[in-house]
């Protein structure tokens, strides 16, 4: 059957607007005063292990840790965004030591991929994440620190480069490696398109490279640190795959951000992932410009499997297969009443204890 562009979203009444963004509001709203705090007396709790039998503390709190994401992903659900997968299928390369290189248009690009992580639970416990740094300064974010994924400054001078580099081989060797861990997700463009593109077209035609209107250049130098920092802690456990990802958004116009993620109340949308696995054995790497070349040729065929999409309705090919990412009602309801219960249990009598304090 022959593809067609993403369909234009429907015009929603003001009315509906109103009605589903307050819903949302409150729903949300419940969600963050009672639901999170709830998980995190579970963790508290589970510290304790860290003393008793440290090898099972790392299995409950990377459940707890799978448990949030989930949570997370969950609102965009409920709001009615559909995420749709594409292309290689990465439940095969659970077991592979892959780094996850996606294009960057808002922070609801982090919540997408919570999304599709959500039903691949060995991703997802096994998965090291390379954020921006004042991500770790949200519930999610601290959560993520604890977990052991990094956080760095985008715009750093050059001295301060250096440094984040060597965090970066420090941090490699002391998380990824010796939790073993198998996927680490970077964004390598370091920022917003909308911020970057500018730039990013100034040093492509700087370099001569291909000059791209939907995508921000990839910078090379967290990239190669990553690689390489793996490899010289482990030669045993290199990576394995570049697992390169587009997030593409039925409203090309724009990109959506984390609050219509939450609370925008506006008519559902369709969110599209594509993947593809390139093995790392095929990259040219002995020099930081050879795999500088060898990334923007990676990321000139990006930029036409997104144009294709826009244009057409497929990434690269007509009869590739579009999977709905489908969570279950019934598991996101259960988890939010047990982080309730949790809660409620827990506050209850904190207050009584507090009130008979101050009475």
Aim: hydrophobic content about 40%; aromatic content about 14%; some cysteine.
């Amino acid at each position: 059957m022959t593809k067609s562009p993403p369909e234009p979203l429907r015009h929603v009444s003001l009315t509906r607007k109103v009605l589903v963004f307050t819903t949302r509001l409150v729903l949300t709203s419940i969600n963050q005063v009672v639901v999170v705090p709830g998980w995190w007396l579970v963790m508290i709790l589970v510290q304790l292990l860290r003393f008793v039998d440290y090898s099972f503390y790392q299995k409950m709190e990377s459940l707890l840790y799978k448990h949030l994401l989930d949570l997370v992903a969950y609102w965009g659900w409920v709001e009615g965004y559909r995420v749709i997968e594409s292309g290689a299928d990465i439940q095969q390369l659970s077991s592979k030591r892959c780094l996850v290189l996606p294009n960057h248009q808002s922070t609801a690009d982090i919540v997408t991929l919570f999304a599709v992580f959500h039903n691949k639970s060995e991703v997802t416990v096994n998965v090291m994440w390379v954020s921006d740094l004042e991500l770790m300064f949200s519930h999610v974010g601290a959560v993520m620190k604890l977990h052991g994924d990094m956080f760095v400054r985008q715009k750093l001078g050059a001295a301060q480069r250096e440094k984040t580099l060597k965090d970066v081989e420090t941090h490699m060797r002391n998380k990824f490696v010796a939790k073993r861990r198998r996927w680490c997700v970077v964004f390598p463009e370091g920022g917003f398109f909308r911020k970057r593109k500018a730039a990013s077209q100034q040093y492509s035609i700087k370099k001569g490279y291909p000059v791209f209107e939907r995508l921000s250049g990839p910078r090379v130098f967290g990239v190669e640190k990553i690689l390489q920092s793996v490899k010289e802690a482990d030669p045993n456990y290199p990576f394995e795959y570049l697992l390169d990802v587009i997030i593409a958004y039925q409203d090309q116009s724009r990109c959506v951000g984390l609050p219509d993620w939450l609370i925008s109340g506006k008519y559902p949308e369709k969110v599209h992932v594509h993947y593809t696995a390139v093995p790392v054995s095929t990259l040219k790497s002995e020099a930081t410009e050879d795999l500088e070349r060898s990334l923007f040729k990676i990321w000139a065929e990006k930029e036409q499997k997104i144009q294709n999409f826009y244009k057409f309705g497929y990434f690269e090919s007509e009869d590739e297969t579009h999977k709905v990412c489908v969570f279950s009602n019934f598991r996101c309801v259960s988890l939010n009443l047990m982080y309730i219960f949790v809660t409620v249990f827990c506050a209850w009598p904190g207050a009584k204890l507090l009130y008979s304090l101050i009475v």
